[in-house]
């Protein structure tokens, strides 16, 4: 549909405005996408805690309606603008773009952006980021990656949330992860419980290695390596 | 937007089509929304089991790929009919018409129509059906109903699933059901688990009421009462 390239279009244009003033502020960003209740915002605060002692993060959080998730990161003193889209479904570059207006944006800093709890629209629309993120909360079924393809095509991780829920659950981890491969045979696949602490430090040095991979491939390109 | 409008005005119309040739049939229409994963699938067919022998039952499944869940419902010998929607985050109610054609629609009878897994985008799409259920999961957490209020809005039941799972997670259902009720004084409460069967008799007799109701509106309407 002619009106949906349109969009599409402008969209992308706004993405490659925040991706250059990111990487030229030396930031790396995160999209992290979900189904409502996947448990983002709770993965959010304790990645938080883990990082900031080492690395600045600021966040964008990105809600149909409410304040209540920026509260909570806010609660961790990290710098957090909140987006409210009403009746959208996803945030988009421009959205992004005036939020990054309002953070400070260091050197070598990670800012996650929490999209609208969302399996289908978010997928479509490149904010400006380094990667995407899939989460997915092992109560939501391990047929998700298979029925909602775009997302996990377009994310380089697939993080498996809840699993201190594995035991009450009739979840296959391992069909799970071929289901996801089969769509993206690059993702890659960490499980976590932000409840129990299992799996923590696999992520936070996932993203720790990621952030300075982009980092150093920025140098070479600006021949500062 | 002036395109939003038209397209919202062109599946108004639809809508209304669908709508009035279910009442002739005598036919029950519940529109079940959700996010991905609360478990709509899994109480549908428990839904089916314990209702077929007493009520003709059909069903409408969207998905935005795989037809896994019509699978799952058609093991249960219910005429199903899927709708694949691609990049789309929602149906539509000319997609719910040419559904319709499909299916045997029997006077008494009800058809649910299982919607793609969003708790955004088909709030604000009538399909022509009777009521919306919004079917929310406990591992989801107790604040959805404020983040997704139009979705809670349009809602005359919420379905409150996977209660056996209460004890392993910090979900206030107080709390939500007072949230749900700030957005929409009028909704309906049930809490249900597919797995225990905790609840699915009061599920049941509230679908039976509700399409007899229904039903004795429409016969003082035309007259047969």
């Keep these: 549909m002619r009106i949906e390239k349109d ?4 969209n992308d244009a706004y993405a490659r405005e925040n991706r250059e003033r990111l990487k030229e502020a030396g930031v ?3 999209n992290l996408v ?22 600045p993060v600021v966040v964008i959080e990105g809600d149909q309606e409410t304040s209540l998730d920026a509260e909570r990161i806010r609660a961790t003193n990290i710098p957090t603008v909140q987006i409210n889209t009403g009746r959208g479904c ?7 773009g005036h939020a ?7 050197r070598n800093s990670i800012l996650f952006v929490e999209n609208v709890g969302n399996l289908v629209c978010p997928a479509g629309f490149d904010l400006g980021e380094a990667l995407k993120v899939a989460i997915l909360s092992v109560t939501e079924g391990d047929d998700k990656p298979l029925k909602y393809p775009d997302t996990f095509a377009a994310a ?7 699993i201190d829920l594995l035991p ?16 993206n045979p690059d993702i890659a696949v960490l499980q976590v419980s932000a409840r129990s602490g299992a799996g923590m430090v696999g992520w936070i040095d996932w993203l720790i290695n990621s952030a300075d991979r982009a980092a150093r491939a920025e ?6 390596a």
């Design 168 to 183: 009450h659950l009739d979840f296959d981890v391992a069909a799970c992860i071929e289901h996801a491969r089969s769509i």
């Design 7 to 10: 969009i599409l279009a402008k």
């Design 34 to 55: 979900s189904s409502p209740g996947s448990g983002k915002t709770t993965l959010l605060v304790k990645t938080i805690e883990m990082l900031k002692s080492t690395v």
């Design 156 to 162: 380089s991780m697939m993080v498996l949330s809840k």
């Design 219 to 224: 140098g070479v390109v600006h021949g500062h």
């Design 28 to 30: 790396f960003a995160i």
């Design 90 to 96: 996803h945030l988009d570059a421009h959205m992004v």
């Design 100 to 106: 990054l207006d309002s953070l400070p944006l260091k």
